[in-house]
Each structure stands twice: as structure tokens, then as C-alpha cells.
């Protein structure tokens, strides 16, 4: 079954509180999202970790970055363990969606309070940045 874009990303958004109420503040990223992709594979969601993005600029490759979580090959998540959420994040997270097919994506920070930014980029909208 195909879940619709909104049914996904309230998924989303509840591994991310299930994760964060479970642990808490204070780990490293990286047991955050390991922890968020334990809890999408047990949910039955197909999920990547560290899934690499290749930029592209005139054709040529001048740069890739890889993506913390990316839920059902359509949402990019960008997974953050500050004091509070930044705007570099958000940035970070919109040059992800630019590069790539998808067009949802999220920031979560694991700070002392749950914070998340959403972030839409449709793919009409977007320059040829890939291959």
C-alpha cells in the first residue's frame, strides 16, 4: 500500500517523538538516528541511512553530502542534536531537497526541547543540480 504524503510524514513525525521521549536529550546524532531508523524498520517503513547526494553543477560532479535518514525514498531527514535549531540547519536540509527527487524533508533536533522544521521543494521548482 502507498501511503500518501501526509500520512507519511505524520508517521515521521511520531517516530521522531517516540525516539525523542524514549531517550531524551543529550546523545550524539548519530544514536538518534539509529534509534529513529530501528524504530521506522519496525514499523515496516522502508528507510536509508547515509544515503549519498551527488551535486552537480554544469554537468559536472563538484560535491556530495549524505543524507541522515530518507523514509520510503520520498522524505529527507536531517537529524540534529543542539542546544537549539539553527537556520544553517534548515538551509542544509533545503539544499538536500534541491539535489535530489524529493521534495519533503525535515530537521529534527534533539535539544532540550523537541524541535522540528518541515520543508517543501517541488521538483517543477527545481534546477538541474543533478546528473
Do not use: W
Not at 535549531?85 to 534533539?110: K, P, W
Request: proline residues 1%; charged residues 25%.
Amino acid at each position: 500500500m502507498v501511503l500518501q504524503q501526509a500520512e507519511l510524514t505524520d508517521q515521521i513525525i511520531n517516530v521522531y517523538y517516540t525516539v525523542y521521549n524514549a531517550l531524551g536529550y543529550g546523545f550524539l546524532e548519530k544514536v538518534y538516528e539509529t534509534a529513529m531508523l530501528q524504530e521506522f524498520e519496525r514499523r515496516g517503513l522502508q528507510v536509508e541511512q547515509q544515503r549519498n547526494i551527488e551535486v552537480y553543477f554544469s554537468g559536472k560532479l563538484v560535491g556530495d553530502y549524505y543524507a541522515d535518514l530518507v523514509v520510503e525514498n520520498r522524505v529527507i531527514l536531517e537529524i540534529k542534536a543542539a542546544e537549539i535549531m539553527h537556520d544553517s540547519f534548515v538551509a542544509q536540509l533545503q539544499n538536500y531537497l534541491r539535489a535530489t527527487s524529493c521534495e519533503i524533508g525535515f530537521v529534527f533536533n534533539f535539544g532540550k526541547k523537541p524541535e522540528f522544521e518541515r520543508r517543501m521543494f517541488s521538483n517543477r521548482r527545481k534546477i538541474h543540480l543533478q546528473s
